[in-house]
């Protein structure tokens, strides 16, 4: 079957390797057939006569074909070739289509806004339309002027909300109540102290102890979350929320002292034998009789309950 130049059109004689009216190389179309008698694990394709055909001499056109320079060789070839990267005459036509899709384009919108007058006319002699829209593009860029700019400012910082402080504080302040009865009350953390720290049974003190541990920390969590808020010293409710703040801290000094207190009685087997140690801890922050802290809470509760400010 007589073949043909895929330049020109020109018939070829057999075996060529240039066409004869154009000078084009010719390429010729083969078939893989899967063969594994000579693989190539580094690159390209390998013949059966020993010589290795680079990847980048070759264009894959399916899974079972590849086009390549034509001699008078058999050739066959092998699947089991490496890998080859993007074919860079593929990669450079395709970037060259997408710069002149953007010159059309450039020149269209130019045309359709009257920034470019149609070729021919006296304005643009001698200047191609590409020319032409690549101009008036930048004309366009020099002349527009340079978008706003907000000016930067600093950010406040993250105040809350009076309401916000005053709803805070009085959800607090009602807690104390119930925190002063697991305390001081019937049933309450003090009352359990002297009823079992001198008991015989370790799990009794041990337990007693754990709940003292469990109301100090939640204690401490809320006074904690009132001094994140970071009220500001000019806020209408400031001298409110130190005032219910002072009140937990004076919750916190007196279940502290069970704290330590039960610290030291769990430490022994038999408590009785350190009765004076273990009172010593509980009572080293007591002023007299009555604890300190009690007696500030005291005097300072009934006058703190927060009240909103118009």
Known sequence: MAKFCTWCGAPLEPGARFCGECGGRILETVMVDGSRERTDDLRGFDIV???????????RMDRDAVVVP????????SLDSAKKGPNKLLVALGVVAALVVLVVAAAVFAYATGAVPLRGSDSDQGVSASESAAEAAHDEAAQSPAPAVAPVEDKPADVPRETEIFESLAAAYDKLAAYDERIGGDGGCVEEFNASFLARSMDARLKAKQTVDTLLAELQADVDGLKGMAIPSTSAYAAQAADVI??????????QALAEAWAVDVGYEIPSEHKDEILAAYSKSSAGSTSKHLARYDELYPKAKPHEVS
């Open 246 to 255: 002072e009140l937990y801290e004076c919750q916190i000094g007196r279940v």
């Open 70 to 77: 034509s001699d008078t060789k058999a050739k066959r070839f």
């Open 49 to 59: 006569d020993g010589r290795s055909l680079p990847a980048d001499a070759t264009l």
